[in-house]
């Protein structure tokens, strides 16, 4: 069950994009590691790249995914419950959507209060816009330095060439290369069919997506170590389009060892003296590996599908839940205005209930259920921003479980949020109880931690139980207005729907 504290408003961006980068760190991890040990050394140049690309792609987007049939056993946020009778005190069989526990612990509201991990996923933000800003200037420049100091320029085949009077090391940008007057003299034609190789395979577009993703896992060292796999097949793509063309593969080997010392390079840059040469000279000389090998890339299917298993929260249960094992009781003190209040409380829910449930807008159980605005997180978010831990049950030791029932109107609104009550007749010494409330501790730290204390600490207890119960309900009811839930899978029948959430008071 999720576990927040009191968040402050500027952090309610920053965690979950922190956790949404470690998430998608994992997925790279699980599906680059056996690349490296199955594919890295096989000569399926253009396969290796688009499977480089398309885990770069997963890291994305199955951190994002939520797919409920996945989901492990044990994990169902949501539940199908019943709603204890008013007359009876037993069980009917009205149902509700059951949303996840929340916990909310007492703490003071101030920046120095911040957890450690608020500070963490601040930081991890501030770190990430760095990043960002430092690779669009280095995007921005190379629009700039490929044009800098040219002598001359033409275009070829649709791709543009600049010489430059300066010894710069050849590389190519999107569609143009960057070649110095020494090296066109010399040895123009090898070099530019390099270069042209990384132009018309647009593995500039290659190294944009790289960033992107090393931009949000920019602690993760192995996108940086996968960013290096992805540059060394671009390499060996050119270096195969060379030798497709007649280049004579002792001569090309030569120039690259002669081009390895050379001028600085830059990042965004497809490299023509890219390091780790021998590897390079090495895959030139290796056999073409059998097209049976291509099987090994089906790993990518059970490693994804893992990923999503452990992403994926589990869709509405349909069997029912009793209530009496999901909570239990808070003895009152006995006194007849509590029990007075208790039974009205009761009997007014349950007649707003029944007077909505004979409406034909009534669905307990819609196609699509209602949902919190925004992402699956952002009801979490709300709540931890929202909610405060009341003093006069801090100061008395109060914690429990509160439930709390509401509806999510045609529209979306919000209306009769309650605290969910009930007969129990477990404890026949008392007249009545308040079911939606389970004590988890108390000063006296008995089971009945009610009995044997003095009347001003049965009312300080009491008021504490009310203090939760109330900040419960209010908590519901100043949330936004939700997306409705609808009969159809269309979306053409909104209906009001009864929801339920549990909302556990515990101090630290």
Same mark, same amino acid.
């Given at each position: 069950?999720?576990?927040?504290?009191?968040?402050?408003?500027?952090?309610?961006?920053?965690?979950?994009?922190?956790?949404?980068?470690?998430?998608?760190?994992?997925?790279?991890?699980?599906?680059?590691?056996?690349?490296?040990?199955?594919?890295?050394?096989?000569?399926?140049?253009?396969?290796?790249?688009?499977?480089?690309?398309?885990?770069?792609?997963?890291?994305?987007?199955?951190?994002?995914?939520?797919?409920?049939?996945?989901?492990?056993?044990?994990?169902?946020?949501?539940?199908?419950?019943?709603?204890?009778?008013?007359?009876?005190?037993?069980?009917?069989?009205?149902?509700?959507?059951?949303?996840?526990?929340?916990?909310?612990?007492?703490?003071?509201?101030?920046?120095?209060?911040?957890?450690?991990?608020?500070?963490?996923?601040?930081?991890?933000?501030?770190?990430?816009?760095?990043?960002?800003?430092?690779?669009?200037?280095?995007?921005?420049?190379?629009?700039?330095?490929?044009?800098?100091?040219?002598?001359?320029?033409?275009?070829?085949?649709?791709?543009?060439?600049?010489?430059?009077?300066?010894?710069?090391?050849?590389?190519?940008?999107?569609?143009?290369?960057?070649?110095?007057?020494?090296?066109?003299?010399?040895?123009?034609?090898?070099?530019?069919?390099?270069?042209?190789?990384?132009?018309?395979?647009?593995?500039?577009?290659?190294?944009?997506?790289?960033?992107?993703?090393?931009?949000?896992?920019?602690?993760?060292?192995?996108?940086?170590?996968?960013?290096?796999?992805?540059?060394?097949?671009?390499?060996?793509?050119?270096?195969?389009?060379?030798?497709?063309?007649?280049?004579?593969?002792?001569?090309?080997?030569?120039?690259?060892?002669?081009?390895?010392?050379?001028?600085?390079?830059?990042?965004?840059?497809?490299?023509?003296?890219?390091?780790?040469?021998?590897?390079?000279?090495?895959?030139?000389?290796?056999?073409?590996?059998?097209?049976?090998?291509?099987?090994?890339?089906?790993?990518?299917?059970? #490693?994804? *599908? @893992?990923? !999503?298993?452990?992403? +994926?929260? =589990?869709?509405? %249960?349909?069997? $029912? /839940?009793?209530?009496?094992?999901? #909570?239990? *009781? @808070?003895? !009152?003190?006995?006194? +007849?205005? =509590?029990?007075? %209040?208790?039974? $009205? /409380?009761?009997?007014?829910?349950?007649?707003?209930?029944?007077?909505?449930?004979?409406? +034909?807008?009534?669905?307990?159980?819609?196609?699509?259920?209602?949902?919190?605005?925004?992402?699956?997180?952002?009801?979490?978010?709300?709540?931890?921003?929202?909610?405060?831990?009341?003093?006069?049950?801090?100061?008395?030791?109060?914690?429990?479980?509160?439930?709390?029932?509401?509806?999510?109107?045609?529209?979306?609104?919000?209306?009769?949020?309650?605290?969910?009550?009930?007969?129990?007749?477990?404890?026949?010494?008392?007249?009545?109880?308040?079911?939606?409330?389970?004590?988890?501790?108390?000063?006296?730290?008995?089971?009945?931690?009610?009995?044997?204390?003095?009347?001003?600490?049965?009312?300080?207890?009491?008021?504490?139980?009310?203090?939760?119960?109330?900040?419960?309900?209010?908590?519901?009811?100043?949330?936004?207005?939700?997306?409705?839930?609808?009969?159809?899978?269309?979306?053409?029948?909104?209906?009001?729907?009864?929801?339920?959430?549990?909302?556990?008071?515990?101090?630290?």
């Amino acid at each position: 069950m999720p576990l927040f504290h009191n968040h402050q408003p500027d952090t309610a961006m920053t965690e979950p994009l922190f956790l949404y980068s470690i998430r998608s760190a994992l997925v790279l991890a699980l599906l680059y590691i056996p690349y490296m040990l199955l594919l890295r050394k096989e000569s399926f140049f253009r396969l290796n790249r688009m499977i480089l690309l398309l885990i770069l792609l997963l890291s994305l987007v199955l951190p994002a995914l939520d797919i409920h049939h996945l989901a492990w056993e044990g994990l169902a946020p949501v539940q199908t419950v019943l709603r204890p009778s008013a007359a009876e005190g037993d069980v009917s069989p009205a149902t509700a959507v059951l949303l996840p526990e929340v916990t909310v612990h007492p703490g003071v509201e101030t920046a120095a209060s911040r957890s450690p991990w608020q500070w963490l996923s601040v930081l991890f933000v501030l770190v990430m816009s760095g990043v960002a800003l430092w690779h669009v200037y280095q995007v921005a420049r190379m629009g700039v330095v490929v044009r800098r100091g040219s002598l001359w320029h033409q275009t070829r085949d649709r791709v543009h060439i600049y010489c430059h009077a300066d010894e710069v090391s050849p590389y190519s940008w999107m569609g143009s290369v960057v070649i110095s007057e020494r090296d066109y003299r010399e040895n123009g034609r090898e070099i530019l069919l390099h270069e042209m190789a990384h132009v018309r395979a647009r593995h500039s577009w290659d190294l944009l997506f790289l960033a992107l993703v090393q931009t949000l896992q920019w602690w993760n060292p192995l996108v940086y170590i996968l960013g290096g796999s992805l540059r060394d097949v671009h390499e060996y793509q050119a270096d195969d389009s060379v030798l497709r063309q007649g280049v004579s593969a002792r001569a090309y080997q030569l120039l690259l060892i002669k081009k390895v010392v050379g001028s600085g390079s830059y990042a965004f840059a497809n490299n023509f003296d890219h390091s780790l040469i021998i590897k390079r000279i090495t895959m030139m000389q290796k056999s073409k590996s059998s097209k049976w090998m291509c099987g090994k890339v089906l790993y990518i299917l059970p #490693v994804a *599908t @893992l990923a !999503l298993s452990a992403f +994926a929260t =589990a869709g509405p %249960s349909r069997s $029912a /839940a009793n209530p009496k094992d999901e #909570v239990s *009781t @808070l003895t !009152l003190n006995g006194q +007849a205005k =509590a029990r007075e %209040s208790a039974t $009205a /409380a009761l009997q007014s829910a349950d007649s707003t209930l029944q007077s909505i449930k004979a409406s +034909a807008d009534y669905c307990e159980n819609p196609a699509v259920k209602p949902h919190f605005p925004g992402e699956d997180h952002a009801i979490w978010e709300f709540i931890g921003r929202t909610a405060r831990y009341p003093a006069v049950a801090r100061d008395n030791g109060v914690q429990g479980i509160v439930i709390v029932d509401f509806l999510v109107g045609k529209d979306g609104t919000i209306s009769d949020v309650h605290v969910m009550i009930g007969k129990d007749r477990k404890k026949e010494h008392t007249a009545t109880t308040l079911r939606g409330v389970m004590m988890t501790a108390s000063p006296k730290d008995s089971t009945a931690w009610t009995k044997g204390q003095t009347g001003d600490e049965k009312a300080a207890n009491q008021a504490g139980v009310d203090a939760i119960k109330a900040e419960a309900v209010r908590i519901v009811k100043t949330m936004p207005q939700w997306v409705p839930g609808y009969k159809d899978k269309a979306k053409t029948q909104p209906c009001i729907t009864p929801m339920r959430i549990p909302v556990t008071f515990r101090l630290n």
